[in-house]
């Protein structure tokens, strides 16, 4: 073992934080995208344009997804089983709307019915509207800490329900996700269309940055009166994964906690709005491409300013503060820590690289006419 | 406690997820390969002929990959959402092979499908050819981890329990990776999948072929089909065989209630074609047995004996009754007490901990059992007989025969002659075989574990989520819902396209292309 | 060492089903080979055709779609015109050049039947748009191919569908002549017939 156990935690922390911001990053335009589609698309054609601009690309970026969950699963054991088991119905919610987008895409255009492309348009739409409100309230419910603890042989119950998971802080994050997303699709149809649907993307992209960092900075203003938790007892970041043996406090404004003891880590919310900014400036000034790398940027920070408001905390529980979830205490073991390290590390790289290598090969506008002329091979 | 009803419940429904997820899993494994070998052909000889087969092929590969990647979405939540103990008890062991699969293999297998669909226009021959061997790759490697997983579940090697954390941890992950369980199951299921893909491929070719349509087309699919089906169900059969070998040695009770072995017999065991499992008076009625079968395929030798049922529930009685002291003292260890001597011995027992586990489906109060939730513990310790002997039996019957209508149509794609109608109609109506084979061998896979999730290590009833019977009701109810109109959906289209045939790819060389001009 | 041999496993499969396919392309090859083919024309001979027609003809049975058969020939045209027969072979040439562009590759089938004569298979077509591409046919013809002499080449072709003379068919096969060359005998009939016209 080169590295000791609070490391991999560490890293390991980061890992899941990259997975997520790869998820959102290139998963998040897919699903803006795919809100966008009733509202950009006018006609059958226009809106097959919108479907292949992210056609050839969409599946490889929802993996990061899956890996996401995967690697939630493989590290992080516990968070995997209390996130998955207490989010039941928003799961199942997110995941029904799911079902929908690979059956959308690959089936939608092969019967020429209009009834039979409109009612896939739908289900495009809410196949993307879903899971891109779902993910954003799950994670504000993740800030509030949900009501969950562990029995003595650590089985994990949850006393919550489907609607209170619906509180006004969570929702408000879901507006973000929803939002973050959208703005982040619109930049990416910026890029890939010409003529109406461009001009309408790019009307999209100054409504949407507006609202996600003012929706942002209300959710900065919130946090100060929020509840947030904090480790009481001495932390043993070396020590077995024990969620229970832990003494956790909480109270209003802890939330800043981190940001007071590393000042350095304003950086990360303003970096959102310098980037959401220099996105609406960009895309105004027709440098979509640009605008793009910007966008990425806003919404990697508007996650991160939530991670590192929280750490070390993974799920803080409302009702049994000790029995949190945290970086300390709820990772798999080193052995599996390590070795998927290492797996991690060969195989990540590789994989951003042939990804970049197939958006460099889908490079380009589509087209009106493109669709056309291959009428019965694209989606 | 949890209620049974929930467990059931929990179990339908990942019974039903998991059997439809199959049903489309099986066929992106092997037409992936198919549509490799064919696009080969075309870059090995240039002829167009094979470039139509790989996008006509394509085309039905991509309808059904739509509903594989779907089903296969649900199986990835439902781990955490309705067996969230399972998924702390074992996932510092279990998910890691899940997520090397999204690392190695669905990242490659996703991002270039895309690629492979769509890129024909903007990438050179051989560049073509690459992905989609990546993607055929892709699919089976992510078969490969999947099965890592499942095998470890049916012989949980390279894990020890650790009472500070609760779990099972791993102590080495060559062992998981080399699991005898991992690498027979995943032979066997990816030759599996091969033999669907040439079965799906073969009876849609000799259907065009016994209505004179697309004659060149039709005959060169069902001679690539053949030849590879054949080469696959051999290996499905023989890697069948050493499924029933392995679980001899590693999964004793699963294979004795396959065949329905109640008491240990005289080696070489005789094997027991049909009959009437009867699980409370532990014997088969009517049986139809051959002699010295099992024991010679199932061990291999004329003098190891199969161990029966009988003497199955014997060693479980002892097993439980350690498992109950392990489980005391696994009380104590959590309470604090870090003698020397309570470790040391909770070490020496703890590899029995899980049949202690198997009371609390009958008391919380593991160390206070009474006799009768003893007895009644053991009586289930092993799987329901029945279900097993026929399933399994279903399984190997469509094995079987497939293997004679891949033989037969090998032999009819070498000799040209006028085609044999009642050959071709035989090609056709053995389509459905591999999907029943591959159903039933899961269930037997899997039904035959019970009742574990881990072997002898977590029951499966305790591995259940605490939910009410009403989520999972809900749950069931949509899966069921959504998955049966998807089904619809599916083979509408999958059946319009197949009628269509290669006309569909618009070549103006096919069938329905009545006139080019006018 | 299981997965050892699934690498070589797939291998072995993978070469079995390029293998098994890559024989039927030989067989096809060789087989295409001792088909009879018309050594000016490159078009099926005499002694192949009528098999072919036949299975098409089956086919059109079993699918319950149309068939029809045109009939071209240019002996009335070479007699009129008094051509040499190097000057009929170019004529030929080019007008079978034509006749290509005018077919389905794959689908019909196009065979030299006697000196100047030729039978076209046209499978799926019916009665009336067998008479919209002969009459496509004679007008391509005549525009583009010349003879030597630089006369424009008319074609007298006779067209008949399956369907349409079964009866008439089922008469001769009673009589003893098979399917193909009782519509053969008929289109040559119409062929005769657009000639004295």
């Known amino acids: 073992m080169i590295f000791d156990y609070e490391t991999l935690r560490i890293i390991w922390w980061a890992f899941l934080g990259v997975l997520i911001i790869g998820f959102a990053i290139l998963g998040g335009y897919d699903l803006g995208v795919g809100v966008l589609l009733p509202f950009l698309g006018k006609n059958d054609e226009e809106r097959r344009v919108i479907i292949n601009s992210i056609g050839s690309t969409w599946e490889g970026n929802q993996v990061w997804f899956v890996m996401a969950g995967g690697a939630l699963f493989a590290a992080w054991p516990t968070v995997y089983a209390v996130s998955f088991s207490s989010f039941y119905f928003a799961l199942l919610l997110a995941l029904f709307a799911m079902f929908l987008r690979p059956l959308g895409f690959d089936y939608r255009s092969k019967l020429a019915v209009p009834a039979w492309r409109e009612n896939w348009d739908r289900a495009l739409f809410v196949g993307a509207f879903v899971p891109a409100l779902v993910l954003g309230i799950a994670f504000g419910n993740l800030l509030k800490g949900i009501p969950f603890h562990f029995e003595d042989n650590m089985r994990i119950v949850y006393f919550g329900s489907f609607m209170g998971l619906l509180n006004p802080f969570a929702l408000l994050a879901g507006l973000i996700s929803l939002s973050m997303f959208i703005m982040h699709g619109a930049v990416y149809l910026q890029i890939k269309t010409i003529g109406n649907i461009n001009e309408r993307a790019k009307k999209c992209v100054i409504i949407f940055t507006i609202a996600t960092l003012v929706l942002f900075g209300l959710a900065g203003v919130w946090i100060i009166t929020l509840d947030g938790y904090h480790i009481s007892s001495e932390i043993f970041p070396n020590a077995a994964s024990n969620p229970i043996a832990k003494f956790v406090k909480r109270e209003p404004g802890l939330w800043l906690d981190n940001y007071g003891h590393l000042p350095g880590l304003w950086a990360v919310p303003a970096s959102a709005f310098i980037g959401g900014g220099l996105t609406l400036l960009l895309s105004r000034f027709d440098k979509p491409g640009s605008a793009f790398i910007f966008s990425c940027i806003t919404i990697a920070s508007i996650i991160l300013t939530a991670a590192c408001s929280m750490f070390p905390f993974l799920i803080p529980s409302s009702i049994s503060f000790n029995s949190s979830l945290t970086v300390w205490d709820s990772s798999s073991s080193i052995k599996t820590l390590n070795v998927m390290f290492w797996v991690t590390v060969i195989f990540l790289p590789l994989i951003m690289i042939y990804t970049s290598w197939v958006f460099r090969v889908f490079r380009g506008k589509v087209t009106v006419e493109h669709i056309r002329k291959n009428n019965h091979t694209l989606y | 406690m949890i209620s049974d009803a929930v467990v059931e419940l929990s179990r339908w429904q990942f019974a039903v997820t998991s059997l439809y997820h199959f049903l489309f899993v099986p066929l992106t494994i092997g037409l992936s390969v198919l549509l490799a070998i064919m696009e080969s052909t075309y870059v090995l000889t240039g002829r167009e002929i094979y470039k139509d087969m790989t996008l006509f092929w394509g085309k039905l590969f991509g309808i059904n990959f739509a509903l594989g990647v779907t089903t296969g979405l649900t199986m990835e939540f439902q781990f955490g959402m309705n067996w969230s103990y399972f998924s702390h008890y074992v996932g510092d062991v279990f998910g890691a092979p899940l997520a090397i699969e999204g690392l190695m293999a669905f990242f490659m297998e996703s991002t270039f499908v895309g690629l492979f669909f769509f890129g024909w226009d903007k990438l050179t021959k051989g560049q073509h050819l690459t992905i989609t061997w990546l993607v055929a790759l892709g699919s089976n490697l992510s078969a490969l981890w999947i099965l890592v997983a499942n095998g470890w579940m049916q012989n949980p090697v390279g894990a020890e329990f650790n009472y500070e954390t609760m779990r099972m941890e791993v102590t080495s992950f060559a062992a998981l990776i080399f699991n005898p369980a991992a690498q027979v199951k995943f032979v066997h299921t990816v030759a599996a999948g091969y033999t669907t893909a040439s079965a799906f491929v073969l009876g849609i070719s000799a259907y065009y072929m016994l209505k004179g349509r697309d004659a060149a087309f039709s005959q060169r699919s069902y001679t690539i089909a053949a030849g590879f089906g054949l080469a696959s169900v051999l290996a499905v059969i023989v890697l069948g065989d050493e499924s029933g070998y392995t679980d001899g040695e590693v999964q004793k009770a699963k294979l004795a209630a396959i065949e329905a072995e109640w008491h240990t017999e005289e080696a070489p065991a005789a094997f027991t074609v049909i009959g009437l499992p009867d699980q409370e008076a532990m014997k088969t009625h009517y049986a139809v047995k051959i002699p010295w079968v099992l024991g010679l395929i199932g061990t291999r030798s004329i003098d190891t004996p199969v161990i029966g049922l009988t003497e199955i529930l014997a060693n479980n009685r002892v097993h439980i009754h350690n498992g109950i002291k392990a489980y005391g003292l696994l009380q104590q260890l959590r309470e604090g007490n870090r003698e020397e001597t309570v470790i040391t011995e909770f070490e020496s027992l703890k590899k029995d901990l899980g049949y202690g586990l198997l009371l609390k489906r009958y008391t919380e109060n593991v160390v206070d059992a009474t006799d009768e939730q003893i007895e009644l513990a053991i009586k289930n310790s092993i799987p329901q007989v029945a279900p097993l002997f026929w399933t399994f039996r279903v399984m190997v019957v469509s094995g079987f025969i497939m293997l004679i209508v891949f033989v037969i149509a090998v032999v009819a794609s070498s000799i040209r002659k006028s085609r044999n109608d009642w050959i071709l109609k035989l090609s056709l109506y053995t389509m459905p075989l591999p999907w029943i084979a591959c ?80 | 060492m299981w997965y050892f041999a699934w690498i070589l496993g797939v291998l072995l499969a993978c070469s079995l089903g390029i293998i098994n396919v890559l024989r039927l392309e030989a067989q096809e090859a060789l087989e295409k080979e001792n088909v009879a083919v018309d050594p000016l024309t490159q078009l099926l001979a005499r002694e192949s055709v009528l098999e072919r027609l036949q299975e098409k003809v089956d086919n059109s049975k079993r699918n319950e779609l149309p068939f029809s058969l045109l009939y071209l020939s240019l002996t009335d045209f070479k007699n009129k015109h008094h051509l040499a027969e190097y000057e009929m072979d170019t004529t030929l040439f080019k007008v079978v050049e034509s006749l290509k562009l005018d077919i389905r590759t794959g689908l019909d089938i196009a065979a030299r039947v006697g000196e100047d004569d030729f039978v076209l298979a046209l499978p799926g077509i019916s009665l009336d748009r067998a008479e919209i591409i002969t009459e496509r046919i004679k007008r391509n013809i005549y525009v583009n191919v010349t003879t030597p002499k630089k006369d424009p080449v008319e074609i007298a072709i006779g067209f008949v569908e399956y369907t349409d003379h079964t009866d008439v068919i089922a008469e001769e096969v009673d009589m003893g002549m098979g399917e193909v060359e009782a519509l053969l005998s008929i289109a040559i009939g119409k062929c005769l017939e657009s000639t004295l016209a």
């Open chain 2, 439 to 518: 159903e039933t061998g899961w269930f037997v896979a899997e039904f035959g574990r019970q009742p574990w999730s881990i072997a002898e290590v977590l029951p499966t009833f305790l591995s259940a989520s605490s939910l009410s019977e009403w989520d999972i009701i809900l749950s069931l109810s949509g899966y069921v819902f959504f998955y049966t109109i998807f089904l619809v959906i599916e083979m509408f289209l999958m059946l319009k396209y197949i009628k269509l045939g290669p006309s569909s790819l618009h070549r103006r060389r096919y069938h329905f292309e009545m006139d080019q001009r006018g």
